[in-house]
């Protein structure tokens, strides 16, 4: 059974825990600096737990480490010690920074990679791009397919990972804003917020389907003709 340790058990490493432990298939650990956040992790999932980053490094052959960008740097220095060679794979979610950042605070040969996922992640249906560094790339894989508990994951260069953060971390606050005021239009128009609000995601959720079924273009000129 792989053993995973989730360094954060905030609302991406906390959604990764949910389903990873859904699956049965991993021997999980998860700490944070929080005990209410571990002892709902240990008795809503049944997953160890652990106060010490040090400890769930050694308890896992692969480490995600979901905290906060300003935090990265202290918990690279408290796991460090448990890193020896490429075996156990470092994967950092945090946004914005770089996998060079990441190895410089680990010994040297460390398997880093970096993915960065998106909100969608929450409710099993995030994008996420993934790209690792020489010796990362073994374990790719293998943290593909632990992010597929979570959506869709795309290998992508790192040099395109603020354009495609532009794209899909950025993006789901651009569809709800527009959603918003699409909601807020049909109620100053007198239609009650819970029907505009039901009108409003059911054809965000439809058009979503559409896009994937026919790509955004077809869509439009099938649209503009009927107008
Ligand atoms: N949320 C998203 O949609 C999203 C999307 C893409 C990428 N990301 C990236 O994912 C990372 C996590 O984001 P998030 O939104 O899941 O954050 P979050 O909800 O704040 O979760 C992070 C958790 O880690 C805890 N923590 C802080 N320092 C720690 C330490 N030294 N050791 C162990 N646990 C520690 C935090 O406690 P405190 O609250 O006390 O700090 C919190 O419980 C970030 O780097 C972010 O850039 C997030």
């Known amino acids: 059974m792989k053993r995973v340790g989730v360094i954060g058990a905030g609302k991406i490493g906390g959604s990764l825990v ?56 202290r918990v690279l220095d408290e796991i460090s010690p448990e890193i020896k060679g490429d075996e156990k794979a470092v994967v950092s979610v945090a946004a914005g920074v770089p996998i060079s ?8 040969g460390a398997a880093v990679l970096r993915v960065m996922p998106n909100v969608c992640a929450a409710v099993g249906l995030g994008s996420a791009v993934v790209a690792a560094n ?9 943290v593909i397919g632990i992010f597929r508990h979570v ?13 495609a953060t532009a ?9 709800a804003l527009f959603a918003d005021a699409l909601i807020q239009a049909g109620v100053r128009e007198g239609i009650p917020r819970d029907v505009a609000r039901r009108l409003v995601n059911g054809t965000i959720g439809g058009t979503a389907v559409l896009l994937k ?9 099938r649209l503009r003709v009927q107008g």
């Open 213 to 221: 079924e026919a790509g955004a273009r077809p869509i439009l000129a």
């Open 151 to 163: 959506g869709d994951v795309i290998e992508l260069p790192e040099r395109l990972f603020d354009a």
């Open 18 to 73: 949910a389903r990873l432990s859904a699956t049965g298939n991993f021997d999980l650990t998860v700490s944070d600096v929080h005990k209410e956040q571990l002892e709902h992790f240990a008795e809503g999932y049944g997953v160890e737990t652990t106060s010490s980053n040090r400890e769930a490094a050694e308890r896992s052959d692969l480490l995600v480490v979901a905290v906060k960008p300003w935090d990265v740097g």
């Open 167 to 175: 794209l899909h971390g950025s993006g789901p606050a651009y569809v």
């Open 134 to 142: 020489e010796s990362g790339e073994a374990h790719l894989p293998e």
């Open 101 to 108: 950042a990441i190895e410089g605070g680990l010994p040297a």
